[in-house]
């Protein structure tokens, strides 16, 4: 048996861990850090080390939570946070055996992610008004988060620096600190010249940041705020900016784009997140087919449905 430290505290060692060797986001840090402290509660509650929970204990965790009314994507991120906060006790020989190891977690649902259709994407590209500074920049970052299939807070985080427009390239820094270098297209560098032209127009030029709201940094609920607002013009109100995101991986497959490229492009680190792509464009291949194809629609020879 190895020895077990209850003079310390794990759970923060553990956050520091994250932070310093695995280089995770701020964003992620503080996902663990809420999950991991929703499982110290109820060790406390249980008069428990959190280090000493066993399979069992677990498995009572997780049923505690789907009983208060957690939904079964949030069960399986906490189960994911405390999965990896005993392969850390491990690691650090605090246990000999990991207890949260293919536990099992409620069944969750995985819709479709919404994109938009290339037409859709074309009238909340045109809803910013490009005779006015405001409407430029924005114009600008709908492009710029569509060609390269950002996510907001990667936009947010994007530096002027990042953007290589002779070459057509940014360098993004994506979750865990991740960096990959995006391709964008001629319509993208446009915009986005369009805009360094004015960006002073927008105060405190010196500030790394591309885009700029008010003298700072934008921050993903303005971006999120901006990209609301046009949706609604554009008729499509129920979209968010990851929106944006899901029809750049759907419309490179749907264009012939084979997965691993779309994986590299999206920063995906597992091709199985990728493949939910290849299920969009087989379903809207199946709907053209059904609905072009002569003979989709019948059932017998002489019987058309």
């Known amino acids: 048996m190895l020895p077990r430290s209850t003079n310390r505290d794990l759970v923060r060692e553990f956050l520091?861990?994250?932070?310093?060797?695995?280089?995770?986001?701020a964003n992620t840090?503080?996902?663990?850090?809420?999950?991991?402290?929703?499982?110290?509660?109820?060790?406390?509650?249980?008069?428990?080390?959190?280090?000493?929970?066993?399979?069992?204990?677990?498995?009572?965790?997780?049923?505690?939570?789907?009983?208060?009314?957690?939904?079964?994507?949030?069960?399986?991120?906490?189960?994911?946070?405390?999965?990896?906060?005993?392969?850390?006790?491990?690691l650090d020989n605090h246990i000999d055996k990991h207890p949260a190891e293919d536990i099992k977690t409620p069944q969750r649902h995985s819709p479709l992610p919404k994109f938009l259709s290339?037409?859709?994407?074309?009238?909340?590209?045109?809803?910013?008004?490009?005779?006015?500074?405001?409407?430029?920049?924005?114009?600008?970052l709908l492009e710029l988060m569509y060609a390269a299939g950002l996510r907001v807070s990667?936009?947010?985080?994007?530096?002027?620096?990042?953007?290589?427009l002779d070459t057509a390239l940014i360098s993004c820094h994506g979750k865990g600190s991740?960096?990959?270098?995006?391709?964008?297209?001629?319509?993208?560098?446009?915009?986005?010249?369009?805009?360094?032209?004015?960006?002073?127009?927008?105060?405190?030029?010196?500030?790394?940041?591309?885009?700029?709201?008010?003298?700072?940094a934008m921050t993903r609920q303005?971006?999120?705020?901006?990209i609301k607002a046009y949706a609604a013009t554009a008729g499509m109100p129920d979209i968010s900016p990851h929106t944006l995101r899901h029809s750049f991986g759907t419309h490179l497959m749907q264009?012939?784009?084979?997965?691993?490229?779309?994986q590299a492009l999206l920063g995906h680190a597992d091709i199985s997140t990728t493949e939910i792509y290849t299920h969009?464009?087989?379903?809207h291949m199946r709907k053209a087919y059904d609905r072009f194809h002569p003979r989709a629609r019948v059932l017998s020879p002489g019987k058309p449905k």
Request: hydrophobic share 40%.
């Open 16 to 25: 520091a861990y994250i932070q310093v060797e695995k280089g995770l986001s």
């Open 29 to 90: 840090q503080q996902s663990y850090a809420r999950d991991i402290a929703k499982l110290q509660a109820w060790a406390v509650q249980n008069r428990k080390p959190i280090e000493r929970l066993q399979r069992k204990d677990l498995r009572e965790w997780i049923a505690r939570m789907s009983r208060d009314g957690l939904s079964p994507s949030s069960v399986s991120r906490s189960v994911s946070a405390a999965r990896g906060f005993f392969r850390f006790l491990m």
């Open 118 to 140: 290339e037409e859709e994407m074309e009238r909340l590209l045109l809803a910013p008004d490009i005779k006015t500074d405001v409407g430029v920049r924005d114009r600008a």
């Open 154 to 164: 990667e936009t947010c985080g994007l530096r002027a620096a990042d953007v290589e």
């Open 178 to 216: 991740k960096e990959r270098r995006i391709p964008i297209g001629k319509s993208a560098v446009h915009w986005v010249q369009r805009y360094l032209a004015i960006r002073k127009q927008f105060g405190n030029e010196a500030k790394p940041e591309l885009f700029l709201h008010r003298g700072r």
């Open 222 to 226: 303005t971006a999120w705020s901006i």
């Open 255 to 262: 264009h012939g784009a084979d997965s691993r490229s779309v």
């Open 280 to 283: 969009i464009t087989d379903l």
